[in-house]
């Protein structure tokens, strides 16, 4: 399998996240890491304009708080042990952009 797709897509979703590591492919993209709202829509176009992807039938908030919610509710949701929105992992992502659309 191609590795460039997936290592293109980790180094995207590293910048977005600020990380100065590898992230694991099985790193939860809206838990684990401070990607979020405008961020993850940016992170979203950007994956779009460099592969080309569709994300048309991604429910956006499903899976990601928007900048208001993200400033308290992740946090909360965290102290209660619960995540409040549907993981994503990187390799979720992958395999996303591997296939061109998205799919749950």
Do not use: C
Not at 13 to 18: E, I, L, M, N
Not at 54 to 82: M, Q
Request: no cysteine; hydrophobic share 45%.
């Amino acid at each position: 399998m191609d590795d460039s797709v997936r290592d293109g897509v980790v180094a995207i979703v590293a910048r977005f996240a600020g990380a100065k590591k590898p992230i694991p492919l099985a790193t939860s993209i809206n838990h684990k890491l401070p990607i979020h709202g405008d961020d993850a829509y940016e992170l979203l176009v950007t994956i779009k304009k460099q592969f080309g992807t569709n994300f048309e039938g991604l429910d956006f908030d499903r899976y990601f708080w928007n900048e208001t919610e993200a400033l308290l509710w992740p946090t909360i949701w965290r102290l209660l042990g619960r995540r409040g929105k549907d993981n994503l992992t990187v390799q979720h992502l992958v395999d996303v952009v591997r296939q061109g659309v998205w799919f749950d």
